[in-house]
């Protein structure tokens, strides 16, 4: 069972609110990773990072900002949140090595009225 | 660039049918492949893999043999269960790219006994 841990789960909020995606792992992994999951269910990877002080945008632009202070946690950002942000917003992470297995949390379901 | 085509669903079937879920990808050089599955409400997780041409990757009865000569990784299982529905994702990762990964748009699988 993965160790990665994302909140809240559910998150309903006005247009024009700054909010704060939270993600921690317990695994020590290196790497980890923020993908946007359209309602057909399409992953698009919007962030990543190789490690503490490292973050790169991913293929799909995105107006969210992520910060990596500590290995174990992993947050993305949105300052203004419009409703073309409403998604599900999932995190994952892996160990250093190329292995292929990435450990995703249960996801973060955002909704902007 | 890279991409992964699976096919649309959902796929409905009775409980010990057989099951294909057709993946095909475009890629340069070698990749790995992989299949997630998300189960409702839950975050994905790696069901199988295939590193190189010829690989067969299995797993809880699911199998997927790596096609270098039809860009193709397709997914069987020879009797499916009513557990086994959820959303399966076809993926790609160019060897010399770590664990980015390209995921396929995902496959809804509905089993009713």
């Known amino acids: 069972e993965a160790d990665i841990y994302q909140t809240p789960r559910y998150l309903v909020i006005g247009t024009g609110k700054k909010i704060t995606l939270e993600c921690s792992q317990t695994?020590?992994?290196?790497?980890m990773y923020w993908y946007q999951q359209d309602p057909g269910m399409e992953l698009h990877l919007i962030h990543y990072s190789y490690g503490v002080n490292s973050t790169e945008k991913g293929d799909l632009s995105s107006e969210s900002t992520v910060s990596r202070i500590r290995t174990e946690h992993f947050p993305l950002t949105l300052e203004s949140a419009r409703p073309s942000h409403t998604s599900q917003y999932l995190c994952?992470?892996?160990?250093?090595?190329?292995?292929?297995?990435?450990?995703f949390g249960e996801g973060s379901r955002l909704t902007v009225l | 660039g890279n991409s992964v085509t699976q096919m649309e669903g959902p796929v409905t079937l009775s409980e010990e049918a057989f099951l294909t879920i057709n993946c095909t990808y475009t890629a340069t050089g070698y990749p790995s492949l992989f299949w997630y599955v998300q189960y409702p409400g839950e975050g994905l997780q790696l069901l199988l893999k295939a590193t190189k041409a010829d690989d067969k990757g299995s797993n809880k009865g699911f199998e997927a043999t790596y096609r270098k000569e039809t860009t193709s990784f397709h997914l069987e299982k020879g009797s499916v269960q009513v557990s086994d529905s959820a959303v399966y994702f076809c993926a790609l990762s160019p060897n010399n790219a770590g664990n980015m990964l390209t995921f396929g748009g995902g496959t809804r699988l509905m089993v009713k006994p």
């Open positions: 994952a992470s892996s160990v250093g090595g190329f292995t292929g297995e990435l450990f």
């Open positions: 695994m020590g992994h290196d790497k």
